[in-house]
């Protein structure tokens, strides 16, 4: 069931087997893997169906260092879903290598494998709605397209998998609405963590911003409220210990990360038809198909260089039928903001045309057409080398509810340029010997450490700050995500990152959650 706390009577104490701190994507993937255990889930939510603004103002930061714009609303959301109400969806595995150790990469390396994680991948596909992944080059194949034939020691081929019904929230509300065993409980912040004398949670203390206060109490508890927010929560909850809960060795919101993205160089294509025939999206069934260049993991080891990856960002002025029509297309499949719909309808009739090229192309073709005037972008998503000094702390202003903000600082070594380039010199060089594009790299941009520090960005992929570790002393949480230092207490998502690759973290955090629900079923004594 689904109960809003200001329907509760207040300093209500609620009671649950597993209780859930956030349903965004980790705590409602987490929830779904557990409906059929026959364990009693409490789900906490800081916000409701329907964001708002005193709910988004919550997520205030303070931020010191370079600036981060995924902090914000347009990379966080206090609500039902989480950031699954503004993300497109989008699924993509991390390379094997950043599973292990890089002798080139400090702190680098996963205490857990890749194929540990490849059943719940594939659970999380099937939950997202995905067909199965394709190999790359089968996907070019099945169109009739023949695949490019990049040097295998530069590049490989991956397609993103996009699912099309992307808002979690949305997706699994009337299930939620219907559950005997889960109750969501909604406007209710979790502001504390509290142990008993054996370094046990026993309980949180929610409240919400219209007064209202309760507990809650389980068997176990589990973090799932993204990287800055868990971090945030666990340095705040320091009453019974100064350095916050499961801090000892000073870890707890240390290591943070984010991919480093960039506009790199304008693409010429010696034939523009064929390079659209290439590196649109496709579609198979409803789901659609992203294509990026990876760099290879030879050239890593032999360059020791970080992970990059990129993609090409095709021309739109955000106003033009076609980005209208493209706009009903993502509005439909968010299935939200249905007043934002008529005014794209409304626009995309501007260009009927083009809208009509689209569809075509989309309905008989599988294709999504990209508009065939105006400048081609190389844009890239990079690894982040493991900092301990990038970092969430708290900060001395404190929100509408008293918790101190999160002070975000996040730092970005020169080695993320240095892989940039390469990369971007590799593409120029690759894509001339195959008679693709020319490749201008954009002047003043990746040239030096501080052009590059000056221009770059983060891509809302926020990472760490609870890193998994074998080892209490070099990292927050064990190989089964419970934190080392307090037995009960777990985490689900890309906080438990020990290294990112350049990969969309999501699916990865999903498969952990995954993970994580199996587990718990077995400590539990689940059915």
Not at 481 to 492: C, D, F, G
């Amino acid at each position: 069931m689904i109960i809003n706390c200001a329907d509760t009577p207040d300093r209500t104490i609620f009671e649950a087997d597993i209780v859930i701190i956030g349903a965004g994507a980790m705590g409602l993937a987490l929830t779904a893997d557990l409906l059929d255990s026959g364990l009693s889930i409490l789900l906490l939510e800081a916000g409701g169906t329907q964001a708002t603004p005193s709910n988004d103002d919550m997520l205030d930061v303070e931020i010191v260092g370079h600036p981060f714009y995924g902090a914000n609303m347009n990379g966080r959301r206090r609500i039902l879903g989480g950031a699954t109400t503004l993300w497109g969806g989008q699924f993509l595995e991390l390379p094997d290598i950043v599973f292990e150790e890089r002798s080139w990469i400090a702190e680098s390396g996963w205490p857990i494998t890749k194929t540990e994680l490849k059943p719940f991948y594939q659970r999380i596909a099937t939950f997202a709605g995905l067909r199965q992944q394709e190999g790359s080059e089968d996907i070019w194949r099945c169109h009739g397209i023949k695949p490019p034939g990049y040097n295998r020691n530069l590049f490989i081929s991956e397609f993103s998998r996009w699912s099309s019904k992307p808002d979690f929230g949305v997706n699994m509300y009337k299930i939620l609405q219907d559950s005997h065993v889960v109750r969501v409980l909604l406007n209710a912040s979790v502001t504390e963590l509290r142990l008993d004398n054996h370094g046990s949670i026993k309980e949180v203390i929610i409240k919400s911003v219209n007064g209202f206060t309760a507990t809650a109490k389980g068997r176990v508890f589990v973090l799932a409220a993204g990287a800055i927010e868990s971090a945030r929560l666990l340095l705040a909850s320091n009453n019974q210990d100064k350095r916050g809960v499961g801090n000892r060795f000073g870890l707890v919101g240390r290591y943070f990360q984010d991919h480093t993205s960039l506009r790199v160089a304008k693409i010429l294509p010696r034939d523009r038809s064929s390079f659209h025939e290439l590196y649109e999206n496709f579609f198979i069934g409803a789901t659609k198909y992203a294509p990026k260049i990876t760099l290879a993991e030879y050239i890593q080891r032999d360059e020791q260089l970080l992970n990059v990856g990129g993609f090409f960002h095709f021309p739109s002025d955000g106003h033009d039928g076609l980005s209208a029509l493209k706009a009903i297309v993502g509005q439909l499949k968010r299935r939200r903001n249905p007043e934002k719909l008529l005014s794209s309808l409304k626009s995309s009739v501007t260009d009927i045309p083009e809208v009509m090229k689209f569809l075509y192309s989309l309905k008989v073709k599988n294709r999504i057409r990209a508009k065939r005037q105006g400048d081609i972008m190389l844009e890239i998503h990079a690894e982040q080398e493991p900092d301990y000094e990038s970092c969430i702390r708290l900060s001395c202003k404190v929100d509408a509810l008293g918790m101190p903000l999160a002070q975000v600082d996040w730092r970005v070594s020169d080695r993320s340029r240095i892989a940039v380039l390469r990369y971007v010199e590799s593409v120029q060089s690759e894509f001339n010997r195959l008679a693709i594009a020319d490749v201008e790299l954009i002047p003043d941009l990746i040239d030096n450490a501080h052009s590059f520090q000056h221009h770059l960005r983060d891509v809302y992929h926020q990472m760490g700050t609870l890193r998994m570790s074998r080892d209490a002393s070099a990292g927050v949480t064990n190989l089964d995500a419970r934190m080392h230092e307090v037995p009960n207490l777990y985490i689900a998502g890309c906080s438990l990152f020990p290294v990112s690759g350049y990969s969309n973290p999501t699916y990865t955090g999903l498969a952990l959650a995954s993970r994580l629900a199996d587990h718990l079923c077995v400590q539990l004594g689940a059915r």
